[in-house]
């Protein structure tokens, strides 16, 4: 029993270390692929340390209990922030829009599930990535009679086609390259108004490598999009959460808005208690969102993200 009793002490003195060394990972510069593994599970670090340090206060560990509370109070306040602080809905002249966006992962075959999970959302504009020939037919063919407007762009290699397509008429398309990868941009015109979009997908920063290329791509689409004026919407897998020091520059540079309302967290779909919300629909003062939610019918690895905005007259 005493062995036991020395593991389980030895056990709660270890967690302490692996705390402080999470908590120097999350300190670390944002180009740093640490700081980035440490930033995205920021809120399951959260959850475990608040419900380490409650236990290490029933063990009577209290000095150990307070290294792990003052962790998940310092990691909860790096989260919560990054959520609007208006929750309700407002009604008001404008004009309304509701927007839905999915990966749709380019192996993925179970094409009939995501496709009808697009057409329920009801959405007015819709944004597919890792879009392949497989996928341009079924989308192009299963969507054509709702949504006549629309815009691909097909690519086999890894992961980086993109699609839009939507009820109302688009002006302004074009396919533009930042950090090396296929962006779409235009207008999507609604009852005289336009609504500027940017649909895009960085890539996943698992190196170090890629984190730069993704931090890169993030900053040619803010320069780009910062000349755009009025009501504008930023659309996609940005393969970064909200709270990431990378994410939060682009939207402060650009005068965006998370349209979360809570952590809405897409992927792993797998995996709920590992999932994180990577998937975003970012938009301009000009523009209220007033409901935000995933799309859990998809048979993608990612969850779909839906909202309703109100676009001022």
């Given amino acids: 029993m005493k062995k036991w009793k020395r593991i389980l002490s030895d056990l709660e003195v270890l967690s302490a270390l692996a705390v402080l060394c999470y908590m120097a990972a999350i300190s670390l510069p944002s180009n740093n692929i640490w700081y980035m ?6 809120w399951q670090a959260h959850l475990v340390l608040l419900g ?4 290490l206060i029933v063990r009577q560990r209290l000095s150990l209990a307070t290294i792990h509370l003052f962790a998940a109070c310092l990691v909860y306040t790096t989260v919560i922030p990054t959520y609007p602080a208006s929750l309700g809905k407002e009604t008001h002249a404008g004009t309304d829009l509701r927007i839905a966006h999915f990966n749709v992962l380019k192996s993925n075959r179970d094409y009939i599930s995501t496709l009808k999970a697009a057409k329920e959302s009801c959405a007015d504009f819709l944004s597919f990535q890792e879009v392949n020939e497989a996928w341009t037919r079924i989308l192009v063919d299963g969507l054509k009679d709702e949504y006549p407007y629309r815009m691909v762009h097909s690519e086999e290699e890894c992961c980086f086609g993109i699609a839009v397509f939507s009820k109302y008429p688009l002006d302004h398309e074009a396919v533009r390259y930042f950090g090396g990868v296929a962006n779409l941009t235009g207008c999507v ?3 005289g108004q336009e609504i500027a ?3 895009l997908h960085p890539q996943s920063p698992t190196s170090e490598a890629r984190l730069h290329t993704r931090n890169r791509h993030l900053l040619e689409a803010a320069d780009y999009f910062s000349s755009i004026e009025g009501p504008k919407l930023a659309i996609g897998d940005f393969n970064t959460v909200p ?5 939060e520059q682009f939207r402060d540079r650009l005068r965006l808005t998370d349209s979360r309302k809570n952590l809405a967290a897409t992927y792993p779909s797998f995996a709920p208690m590992l999932r ?3 998937d975003h629909i970012l938009h301009s003062n000009q523009i209220r969102c007033t409901r935000f939610d995933t799309i859990t019918s998809t048979s993608s690895d990612h969850l779909g993200v839906v909202g309703d905005y109100i676009i001022n007259s």
């Avoid at 593994?37 to 920021?42: D, G, I, V």
């Avoid at 380490?52 to 236990?55: E, K, Q």
């Avoid at 709270?243 to 994410?247: G, K, Q, S, T």
Wanted: charged share 15%.
């Fill in 276 to 278: 994180i919300p990577i």
């Fill in 189 to 191: 015109c609604k009852d």
């Fill in 197 to 199: 979009f940017i649909t």
């Fill in 52 to 55: 380490f340090g409650l236990y």
């Fill in 243 to 247: 709270w990431d020091r990378n994410l």
């Fill in 37 to 42: 593994a440490a930033a995205s599970l920021a």
